[in-house]
């Protein structure tokens, strides 16, 4: 099998292809061959030494991808050779093959391609349990949404509008305000006095901002209604701000800290909520985004465009050598 590595921590150019013995799967596991696997932020963090990785070089990034079972290890029931699998949470997935524990494996439709699920699982499962878990999300409300064109920004403000959500969003360009705005959200500015703006927009306050950079918590928590809540969900906007505990009382305002993992907790769990996502995407009331391929062994390639943050939509690389536009 092939996989694209690192053993260094740095830019782009300390990836490699490497090659290494197929693995077998053990009792419980699934041995995928990948179709397609997602490239996320995450990944370029663990490429930089921000992540903690476990192991030893080469480390193997990804999470997320689709592929077809090509051999079942014992004890595992309801999977066959050539079923087709997705998953948004077993490692090493930047790679030819990949074994996949059968509580993580979730069934795909007919009328989804791997390279559409790989593109679209992690964010979107994101997506729905900030949706349906963290805080009630009820029509009417009105929240901010940070980074709203980014991956897990797009399917939220999507979600959010379809469940009778007013929505605001925050994107670094115009050119991505007006894509949030062609998704749904009712108004849009970039990070420059954003709270102003919205208070503009809606002078109470928002319910809820949902937060994915971290370091805009304070204007976040300046955004809020008296009762409202920030929902903090990633810091890819760097270290977090000091927080004067103070200021929560005094307005009663809130931080709710958020992890997709908190609420995968079994195989049913990954189905039920994937198969939510499926049905959205299937009756058209959220969006696959437009996906950049490239093949396995220009992984630099995909981890510049990803980095350079001017790109919006989903890269996926194809370990295979095929590319899917």
């Not at 997506?127 to 009630?136: K, N, T």
Request: glycine share 10%; proline share 5%.
């Amino acid at each position: 099998m092939q996989s694209l590595v690192f053993d260094d921590f740095g830019n782009a150019e300390v990836l490699y292809l490497h090659s290494s013995p197929t693995p077998e799967p053990a009792a419980g596991e699934l041995l995928v061959e990948v179709s397609a696997a997602g490239l996320n932020f995450a990944d370029i963090y663990r490429r930089q030494g921000r992540y903690p990785l476990a192991g030893v070089a080469p480390w193997v990034a990804g999470y997320e991808g689709a592929g077809r079972v090509v051999d079942v290890g014992s004890s595992v029931r309801g999977w066959r050779r050539g079923d087709r699998i997705g998953f948004a949470d077993v490692p090493l997935a930047h790679a030819s093959h990949i074994v996949v524990p059968q509580d993580n494996a979730i069934q795909l439709p007919d009328w989804l391609s791997e390279a559409q699920a790989a593109s679209i699982l992690l964010q979107g499962l994101t997506a729905d349990y900030l949706l349906h878990d963290v805080l009630p999300v009820t029509r009417g409300m009105h929240v901010a949404v940070l980074a709203a064109a980014g991956g897990v920004g797009r399917l939220l403000t999507q979600m959010l509008t379809h469940h009778g959500v007013h929505v605001f969003a925050v994107a670094s360009s115009l050119t991505k305000q007006n894509l949030s705005l062609r998704n749904g959200a009712e108004a849009a500015a970039d990070y420059y006095c954003w709270p102003e703006r919205l208070r503009g927009w809606y002078a109470p306050g928002c319910d809820i901002v949902f937060d994915s950079l971290g370091s805009t918590m304070l204007q976040s928590l300046e955004s809020l209604r008296d009762g409202g809540r920030v929902v903090l969900f990633g810091m890819s906007g760097g270290e977090l701000p000091t927080l004067n505990p103070e200021q929560l009382m005094l307005r009663s305002t809130g931080v709710v800290g958020a992890d997709l993992w908190t609420y995968l907790t079994s195989q049913q769990e990954r189905q039920r909520r994937a198969d939510r996502l499926f049905g959205l995407l299937k009756a058209g009331h959220i969006t696959l985004p437009p996906i950049t391929s490239f093949p396995l062994f220009r992984g630099k390639e995909a981890h510049n465009l990803l980095e350079n943050r001017l790109f919006s939509g989903k890269v996926i690389l194809i370990p295979q050598g095929g590319i899917i536009m």
